[in-house]
């Protein structure tokens, strides 16, 4: 069993920066990042190998966020630049063996932090 426990949401105008963060109670494999909206589907965001070396990225999302790992600390990152009023949700962590795009592929869920983008 894995424990997730997201950080550093919040309220920015945009245009901002903020840096999202997500602790793990273990060594876990795959990580991602997913976002919802009341009365929508879960969406992806980003995810990233054990590694690092494999990165996936949502469209909506390339060139502004930047996801990150440290291992040492059992902990992920999700840098989040130029930020956009339909980038505000509450932003979720995933983790798993196998990870990627899918929601269907994680195991493990945080309880999700509020991010709100005003204009």
């Known amino acids: 069993q894995v424990q997730l426990e997201e950080s550093g949401g919040g309220l920015v105008q945009a245009g901002g920066s903020l840096r999202l963060f997500c602790a793990a109670s273990?060594?876990?494999?795959?990580m991602g990042w997913f976002r919802q909206v009341p009365g929508k589907e879960r969406e992806f965001v980003a995810a990233?190998?054990?590694?690092?070396?494999?990165?996936y990225y949502a469209d909506s999302v390339k060139g502004r966020f930047s996801i990150s790992r440290d291992n040492v600390k059992n902990t992920m990152y999700l840098q989040m630049n130029s930020l956009k009023p339909e980038d505000t949700a509450v932003y979720y962590c995933?983790?798993?063996?196998?990870?990627?795009?899918?929601?269907?592929?994680?195991?493990?869920w945080g309880q999700g932090t509020q991010v709100t983008v005003s204009s």
């Open positions: 995933a983790a798993g063996p196998r990870g990627g795009q899918s929601e269907r592929t994680y195991d493990y």
């Open positions: 990233s190998s054990w590694s690092g070396s494999n990165l």
């Open positions: 273990r060594r876990t494999y795959a």
